[in-house]
């Protein structure tokens, strides 16, 4: 079955500055690939998610790259905001009526002012 | 629309006992799933429904019954808890086309003692 990875476990930035979480991702056939947020005592929500036949995605300071070759994807966040605060979550899964999704252990990330 | 919602909120167990907890959407949905989060260890699905009629076993579904009882509702049975079903669990829902988004509804904390 599919088995995702993701790093780091905790990241701390300063504010305005760039932050990064990588997922690899181990079975060749997923072909979907979300990114959650989930804020302190709050539910999961999608903030952007890429199809395999995409390589890049944007949409404004959030970004994801997908590497289907080596098999991992990344999240990208420019210009960070203390509302960035949040544990964020990659999957991996295929598109067949359900996803099926498998998330990654998730990545605490601080934004210092 | 009030979205996912779930019920209870919160519920503490003693070993043993049954219980069973309840998610219902108005999103119209075709797919809802059930999934648990552990501190470290990310989201993971016990069953999922990829439509009316429907269930199937996800990444941890032993110690665990669901049943899709309408298109709006899927519940989630724990016919004899352990403590290592301690956790917290959200439902979720989806609907395939032009965004695969899984809405997630606030989640239950479950406490087997």
């Known amino acids: 079955g599919e088995n995702v990875e993701q790093h780091p476990s905790t990241l701390s930035v300063q504010e305005g500055d760039s932050a990064v979480i990588k997922c690899t991702y181990s079975d060749s056939a997923s072909n979907y690939f979300p990114w959650y947020k989930q804020e302190l005592g709050k539910r999961p929500q999608l903030i952007i998610d890429i199809r395999s036949n995409v390589g890049e995605k944007k949409d404004q300071r959030i970004a994801v790259t997908l590497n289907k070759t080596a098999k991992h994807f990344s999240l990208h966040i420019t210009e960070t905001q203390p509302e960035d605060s949040a544990v964020y979550f990659c999957?991996?899964?295929?598109?067949?009526?359900?996803?099926?999704?498998?998330f990654g252990q998730g990545t605490r990330l601080t934004i210092n002012p | 629309n009030a979205g996912v919602t779930q019920t209870p909120k919160f519920q503490v167990l003693k070993t043993g006992q049954s219980m069973t907890l309840q998610c219902a959407q108005d999103?119209?949905?075709?797919?809802m799933y059930w999934y648990r989060q552990d501190p470290g260890m990310g989201l993971r699905l016990i069953y999922y429904?990829?439509?009316?009629?429907?269930?199937d076993k996800g990444e941890v579904p032993n110690g665990y019954n669901v049943s899709r009882l309408n298109k709006r509702e899927f519940s989630l049975r724990l016919e004899s808890a352990a403590p290592s079903q301690t956790s917290v669990y959200f439902c979720a829902s989806s609907e395939s086309g032009l965004s695969y988004e899984q809405y997630f509804g606030p989640g239950t904390r479950l406490t087997v003692t």
């Open positions: 999957a991996a899964g295929k598109i067949q009526g359900a996803q099926k999704l498998v």
């Open positions: 999103m119209n949905h075709n797919s």
């Open positions: 429904s990829a439509s009316e009629g429907t269930t």
